[in-house]
């Protein structure tokens, strides 16, 4: 049962455009989200978080919304730039289990074009 | 300030054996989680521990295992290796109470 889902394997944008990546979730305990990112051969990297008391959280070009009762999340990166190219996770967590689990989508591979 | 080392990088087993991967958290991280990554599986939760102690356990089998130390550096175990085992494997470490997990390299593991 695949809680978080990344319905998008992979997204191609210009560079100075608007990159949008999606993100549903089924489970309603979920309380924090959270998008990596990932380069071949490297681990994932943090980028931008957000609890469910919010519905919009902007870090410089990276802006993640929340829409809880769709159960859905997107991160949108303006403009984008050739270096975005990556993968993107996102992933969940259940505050109320009071640990550092977190539930991952499958990755969305975004591809920036110069 | 060190990030999260796993060790080793690279590693290629025989289909049967057994190997022990390495992670060492970032100084002042009690919380340590493991991750499995399969092409098109994204990251799959493993197991986490906290002050030597095994916190929660993703649905994984029994051949999978860890073990956390004082120092909070953690290692996980796999026996009798199987192909299906190929993959990256993720160490992530926090701070108590917080949900934002950084990773290391990982560990690609080849079942051969």
């Known amino acids: 049962d695949q809680q978080v889902k990344q319905n998008s394997p992979s997204l191609s944008v210009q560079e100075g455009r608007i990159s949008i990546l999606n993100c549903d979730y089924t489970n309603s305990m979920f309380d924090y989200f959270l998008w990596y990112k990932k380069y071949p051969a490297e681990g994932p990297t943090f980028l931008i978080s957000i609890s469910s008391i919010k519905d919009k959280n902007e870090d410089g070009r990276f802006t993640v919304f929340l829409n809880k009762s769709a159960k859905h999340l997107s991160l949108h990166i303006v403009p984008s730039q050739p270096g975005d190219s990556a993968v993107y996770f996102c992933a969940a967590s259940d505050g109320s289990s009071n640990t550092g689990k977190l539930i991952f989508g499958q990755g969305t591979t975004l591809q920036v074009k110069p | 300030k060190a990030g999260v080392t796993q060790t080793p990088r690279y590693l290629i087993k025989t289909r049967g054996q057994q190997v022990t991967l390495s992670c060492s958290p970032i100084?002042?991280?009690?919380?340590v989680s493991w991750y499995q990554q399969t092409p098109g599986q994204g990251l799959q939760f493993l197991f986490e521990y906290f002050s030597e102690t095994q916190r929660n356990k993703g649905n994984f089998p029994g051949r999978f295992s860890g073990r956390q130390f004082s120092n909070s550096r953690s290692e996980m175990n796999v026996s009798t290796l199987e192909l299906g085992d190929s993959a990256l494997y993720l160490c992530?470490?926090?701070?108590?109470?917080?949900?934002?997990?950084?990773f290391g390299q990982g560990t690609r593991l080849t079942v051969v």
């Open positions: 992530a470490s926090s701070l108590p109470m917080s949900t934002e997990a950084f």
């Open positions: 100084s002042g991280h009690r919380s």
